[in-house]
């Protein structure tokens, strides 16, 4: 059973940094594409990352480029996504995702995580 926690979140002030982290259990990350997803009230899930199964390549949507970077270490069967410059706009909710080989989106996908709160206010 593919299964996956989201943690890290929290509440931060504008221009601060968290880090999210995704542990999957019951299967390896290895040859899986894992991607990151926010949900803010009110609005519908949307990709922020992407990490394909290689590592190799990334992606990111334009809101979240030059702020978040997405790493993984398969060792640890785990992904991250390390948030910097936080702004207001970025609270939500963040999910990660799965998807065998190639970056899960929000129709496309093996499995999601819970999710984890971020909250960006002064």
């Known amino acids: 059973q593919l299964q996956l926690v989201e943690s890290g979140g929290g509440r931060v002030q504008p221009g601060g940094s968290l880090r999210l982290s995704c542990v999957a259990s019951g299967f390896t990350l290895d040859y899986y594409g894992v991607g990151w997803f926010r949900q803010a009230p009110g609005s519908e899930r949307e990709a922020d990352s992407c990490?394909?199964?290689?590592?190799?390549?990334?992606a990111f949507a334009d809101s979240v480029k030059g702020r978040f970077t997405i790493s993984r270490d398969n060792a640890k069967n785990t992904v991250y996504l390390q948030m910097n410059s936080l702004k207001p706009e970025d609270t939500a909710v963040y999910y990660c995702?799965?998807?065998?080989?190639?970056?899960?989106?929000?129709?496309?996908?093996?499995?999601w995580g819970q999710g984890t709160q971020v909250t960006v206010s002064s």
């Open positions: 990490i394909n199964g290689s590592g190799g390549t990334t």
């Open positions: 995702a799965v998807r065998k080989y190639f970056c899960p989106g929000t129709e496309e996908f093996d499995s």
